[in-house]
């Protein structure tokens, strides 16, 4: 592999908004694989940039990081792999309805209490 088509780690971080230490903390979970170029330097390739945007939006979606990762070792598994992965991005839209009406039922509480407090305001 052309040493022109790889990112140090540094450069890497630039491109990803992902600082060194959150990369190596990746490495360690198994999310990342760099290629070790000379003097054991880690690389990383233009496809490894792509796959930390998918790291991102499954965790922008709720995604911990374990699930992340068996998220993408099943993707590295291949087309087979496809009703496993529908099953575990239903699963979690099924848990995030469940928080999305908690947080809904926080805010109807909310803007009932400051009705009160407002009202309470108002006769003192």
Do not use: C, W
């Not at 979970?29 to 991102?56: I, S």
């Not at 993408?72 to 995030?96: F, H, N, V």
């Amino acid at each position: 592999m052309s040493n022109k088509n790889l990112y140090s780690i540094g450069e890497f971080s630039k491109l990803t908004g992902l600082s060194p230490d959150t990369i190596r903390f990746y490495e360690k979970k198994q999310l990342l694989h760099p290629h070790h170029g000379p003097r054991r330097l880690r690389q990383y390739t233009p496809a490894q940039v792509e796959h930390v945007a998918l790291l991102l939006r499954l965790k922008a979606a709720g995604f911990t990081l374990d699930e992340i990762h068996a998220y993408t070792t099943y993707r590295g598994q291949g087309d087979e792999t496809i009703p496993t992965r529908l099953r575990l991005m239903s699963e979690k839209i099924a848990t995030l309805h469940e928080k999305q009406a908690d947080i809904n039922a926080s805010i109807e509480y909310l803007k009932e209490k400051m009705i009160f407090l407002r009202q309470q305001q108002k006769n003192s």
